[in-house]
């Protein structure tokens, strides 16, 4: 199967772990190694869970040499490698293909507001680096930068190895419009949880879905379901998961994943760097609930009695 067409399904975009300030590789290997072992179709490395902005270029070019080696070609790795510069991205970018990614994933340069036939040639610059499918991360909340239908167009107009974009907005209506404009063969991952299911029925391919860190076997098996037409199935595990997808944005992610993967024993500790911060307790309790009505809590004491 080939790069191109294993870009699909869940692929979640993993935290980074630390350790008294240092990234904790170690706990990272194993996150990758859970994600596999837990029916994830991919791992999406250096994404917004993965707190990117406080980490080093050296720091995100190591998570990528890591989760390739890890996987060993088992799942699909996505490096994310986008910043607000053009000569941080093409390093990032650079090292990514040479590791070993099967395929990138490149967010609109935030900050600076640029204009539509900036990103167009930003995009068509990057793109010249290697020959790995690469993706736009459309996050316009974050970057204060929207992409339009017509940027889409021609980027893949210019760009054969432009395959999709990861679309983290509220906003059903512009995922149908690019499936219509571009072709049903658009990758689009749904990077808002709670229209993770609604965005595959409408044609997504997948799901690169936060909440997935905390319960990935869930969120594969809804991915898969739609892939067998299997439309109750899919339904009751879309509301199965609506607490907890919506969880997510009870405070600026990852807070509430790592708090969540700490009490559920995948993460020893809910670490963050400044300016990120740690749950408050009144949030913790929140998100206990949503864990014991999602069965997750209750799943954990059983394997500990």
């Known amino acids: ?13 993993l935290v980074t772990p630390f350790r008294n300030g240092q990234v904790d590789y170690e706990a990272y290997a194993r996150i990758v190694s859970f994600h596999v072992d837990n029916g994830s179709h991919g791992i999406l490395v250096n994404g917004t869970s993965a707190e990117p902005a406080t980490l080093t270029i050296e720091e995100r070019n190591r998570l990528v040499d890591l989760a390739v080696k890890v996987a060993q070609g088992r799942v699909t790795v996505v490096a994310a490698t986008g ?3 053009l000569a941080e991205t093409q390093a990032l970018t ?3 293909a040479e590791a070993g990614a099967d395929a990138l994933l490149i967010v609109t340069p935030y900050y600076t507001r640029p204009p539509q036939r900036g990103l167009v040639a930003y995009y068509l610059e990057l793109a010249q680096i290697s020959d790995l499918p690469w993706m736009i991360y459309h996050i316009p909340r974050r970057t204060a930068v929207t992409v339009t ?6 980027l893949k107009e210019r760009s054969s190895s432009f395959v999709g974009m990861k679309h983290a907005v509220n906003d059903l209506d512009f995922a149908s419009e690019c499936l219509g404009a571009l072709g049903l063969d658009f990758k689009i991952f749904v990077g808002l949880e709670e229209l993770s299911f609604p965005m595959m029925a409408v044609g997504a ?6 909440a997935a860190n905390v319960y990935p076997r869930a ?3 809804m991915c898969e379901a739609v892939w067998a037409h299997n439309l109750p199935v899919a339904q009751a595990l879309h509301h199965k998961l609506f607490d907890l997808n919506r969880s997510v944005q009870f ?3 990852p807070i509430p994943v790592k708090y969540m993967m700490k009490r559920l024993g995948l993460l020893q500790n809910n670490e963050h760097r400044l300016p990120m911060a740690p749950a408050l307790p009144e949030l913790e309790q929140r998100l206990d609930a949503v864990l014991a009505h999602t069965g997750l809590l209750q799943a954990v004491a059983g394997t500990r009695a």
């Open 1 to 13: 199967m080939s790069a191109i067409d294993r870009l699909k399904g869940s692929i979640p975009p």
């Open 83 to 85: 910043s607000q510069s």
């Open 94 to 96: 650079e090292h990514a």
């Open 149 to 154: 239908i017509e940027t889409l167009q021609e």
């Open 205 to 210: 391919c997948g799901i690169m879905n936060a």
């Open 219 to 221: 969120l594969a098996d």
């Open 251 to 253: 405070d600026t992610n």
